[in-house]
């Protein structure tokens, strides 16, 4: 637990004397006050100006007391660190590396991997899926107009070497010679770049044609068609898999800006709010949390990416979402959280990052899709609740959401002690009730036992 004790004069009485006691002393003083900071926004900064903020007190909270000294047992008095104020970050807020960016793209690059252009040509059809659009068009037009060039050149070879391109075997002149080429009315390479088009796509105009004089044109005829088939298949499935592609739905799954801290029920709670502005709604949505953090081992290794999951929820239904609105998801910090031990210092100073996902079938296509997005320790607001966002229209007969206050959020009084500190608080406030009410029932239970002894 953390005390910030301001240093108060005592007076003991030693052979009919009294003496004041140093409030350097440190014999009667258990704890010092850290050194504040110079920074006028810090924590400390406000706990020792608390006049020139606005700071209310806890209800319910014990009044002579707010932990146990740890030398004499006695009671401390009531602790300026653990009042509450509406706490932001203000001046104290830095840049922080992140592991998720807000768009839900991660943030990692990749060296030093061994055959990687061989790998990735090895799975072509992901490569390509991954592309930019502007590559995949490309790749896209130049697989049509590669391969008609290729099968223009072959086409010519075949009429080249069968002699159709002679004088006397050109087109106009083949009534007169009685000649029979292997391909009617091609007089040079543009003609068999046409036709290799109308073969390659069954277009068909119905000048030029193939004969049975040249077999191999008639090989050559057949292996074209199914090639083209095949290759726009490939390259229609590629642009329909990138149109229809589960990351393209994640756009319109909407995470809120911060992350807020207040209580619920008596307890601190980590809340953030997900949307969704589509009508086709998501089928099985369900949601995750992950802490991202450093963690040192009893052996001395350290751990610079840690991560811890987070129990999460929606009211009583768990991470499982009926996701027809935008909902508040509650991440309760008892004493299994990773955040039991963190007040409201310790939020700003300590370096984590808390990721968050979204997933779920999309009703209109079937398939699965993920949303990312990840706050740190600077996007979460201590001492801050959503607004409601969905309001019920009686003109209209149906519920409103009013995504123009998605992000907004209302100051709250919450404590800034740690969730570890407001449960020992809490705990020291029901020892006072507990002896009243063990005397009550034990003179209950004397007088019953009395009673039926007589």
């Known amino acids: 637990m953390r005390f910030n004790l301001t240093p108060t004069p005592t007076t003991a009485t030693t052979m009919g004397t009294t003496t004041v006691a140093s409030p350097t002393d440190t014999s009667t003083q258990p704890l010092k006050r850290p050194p504040i900071e110079t920074d006028p926004d810090s924590l400390d900064s406000v706990i020792s100006n608390p006049k020139s903020y606005p700071i209310t007190i806890v209800p319910n909270r014990p009044t002579s007391f707010y932990g146990l000294s740890s030398t004499n047992g006695k009671a401390f008095q009531r602790q300026p660190s653990c009042r509450s104020r509406n706490f932001r970050p203000g001046s104290m807020r830095r840049i922080r590396r992140r592991a998720v960016f807000k768009n839900g793209d991660c943030n990692v690059v990749q060296k030093h991997l061994q055959r990687r252009r061989v790998r990735f040509l090895q799975d072509m059809y992901t490569t390509m899926v991954d592309w ?23 086409w010519w070879l075949i009429i080249y070497t069968h002699g159709d391109l002679e004088e006397l075997h050109l087109p106009d002149n083949q009534e007169e010679s009685g000649w029979a080429p292997c391909v009617s009315a091609i007089d040079g390479f543009t003609s068999c770049f046409l036709f290799s088009i109308e073969t390659q796509h069954t277009i068909g105009y119905g000048v030029r044609t193939t004969s049975p004089e040249c077999p191999e044109a008639i090989f050559m005829m057949c292996f074209q068609s ?3 088939v095949m290759s726009s298949a490939f390259m229609a499935g590629i642009v329909f898999a990138k ?10 799954l909407l995470f809120s800006k911060h992350a807020v801290i207040c209580q619920r029920d008596g307890c601190l709670s980590l809340m953030f709010r997900v949307g969704d502005m589509r009508k086709s709604h998501i089928i099985g949505a369900g949601v995750r949390a992950q802490l991202i953090r450093t963690r040192s081992t009893k052996e001395g290794e350290v ?10 929820g929606t009211d009583d239904s768990g991470s499982d979402l009926f996701f027809i ?4 998801i509650e991440h309760k910090i008892d004493e299994n959280s990773p955040l039991y031990n963190m007040n409201a210092t310790d939020m700003l100073q300590d370096k984590f990052e808390i990721v968050v996902i979204l997933e779920g079938t999309v009703e209109s296509t079937g398939q ?4 990312r997005s990840s706050y740190i320790n600077t996007e979460i607001l201590w001492g801050h609740r959503f607004d409601p966002v969905v309001l019920y229209n009686k003109d209209l007969q149906a519920y409103e959401i009013d995504y123009g206050r998605f992000n907004e959020t209302t100051q709250v009084d919450t404590p800034l002690c740690s ?23 034990m ?12």
């Open 419 to 441: 969730a570890r500190e407001l449960n020992e608080i809490y705990k020291i406030q029901e020892g006072f009730r507990t002896p009243v009410e063990t005397t009550f029932t």
């Open 132 to 154: 930019q659009w502007r590559w995949t068009l490309l790749a896209f037009a130049l697989s049509f107009i590669l391969s008609w060039l290729f099968f223009a050149l072959i």
């Open 443 to 454: 003179r209950q239970l004397s007088h019953n036992h009395s009673d039926q002894a007589s």
């Open 303 to 312: 751990m610079t990416q840690y991560f811890t999951e987070l129990e999460i």
């Open 368 to 371: 699965s899709t993920q949303a």
């Open 325 to 328: 609105w935008p909902m508040v």
């Open 243 to 252: 149109m229809t592609r589960a990351k393209q739905r994640a756009q319109t």
């Open 226 to 228: 199914i090639y083209g």
